[in-house]
């Protein structure tokens, strides 16, 4: 049977919901790589910074387009050495101007995907998937890539079906 590994990076705390800032207890990436793993089981593994980023959403804001700007490959608490013995990988995270945030490269250029299977979700305000399927090709080299999936993430606790379903057929062709 096909084994599934869930990669996401998920901010929890202050963030902008439909043109407010609220505070999440959760984030609205981690609600959906729970929605996947329900669906199609498998392992999760969360992307954490060494360095947190500020609490504060203006600031957060500002420290995220720096790295962005800077290509920064921030340290991470612990690290995948290996993806070997899975087939599909999904990879999650915010849209963090127009993409994942750095520690999510930080991690997948750490790792051979040589005949695994990539997809992308992304949560977002506006945004939609950005460049993160293009960034992903750039860097998962031998991989193969499904149908990325973009979810507004106001409304992440609503979408377990859709994620269900695009992760079923994510897995099963
Ligand atoms: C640093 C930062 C940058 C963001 N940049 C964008 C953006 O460029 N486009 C967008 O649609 N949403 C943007 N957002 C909103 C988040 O993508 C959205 O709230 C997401 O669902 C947060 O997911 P999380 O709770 O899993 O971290 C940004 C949020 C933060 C904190």
């Not at 407010?20 to 329900?38: D, M, P, Y």
């Not at 080299?141 to 994620?163: I, N, Y």
């Amino acid at each position: 049977m096909a084994k599934n590994l869930i990669i996401y990076y998920s901010r929890k705390g202050q963030n902008y919901v439909n043109g407010s800032i609220r505070n999440l207890s959760k984030g609205n990436t981690e609600i959906c790589a729970e929605f996947i793993q329900k669906a199609v089981g498998g392992d999760l593994f969360e992307i954490e910074t060494v360095r947190t980023y500020d609490a504060d959403y203006m600031k957060c804001i500002e420290e995220a387009k720096a790295e962005l700007r800077a290509k920064a490959r921030p340290e991470l608490k612990k690290y995948l050495d290996s993806i070997d013995g899975y087939d599909n990988i999904f990879v999650c995270g915010p849209c963090w101007w127009g993409t994942f945030p750095m520690g999510v490269f930080t991690q997948l250029e750490k790792l051979d995907f040589s005949g695994k299977k990539v997809m992308a979700l992304m949560t977002h305000e506006g945004s939609g998937l950005g460049s993160c399927e293009r960034d992903l090709k750039k860097i998962c080299t031998g991989a193969v890539f499904g149908k990325g999936l973009a979810v507004h993430g106001a409304d992440a606790a609503k979408s377990e079906a859709a994620v269900a379903k695009w992760a079923e057929a994510s897995v099963r062709c």
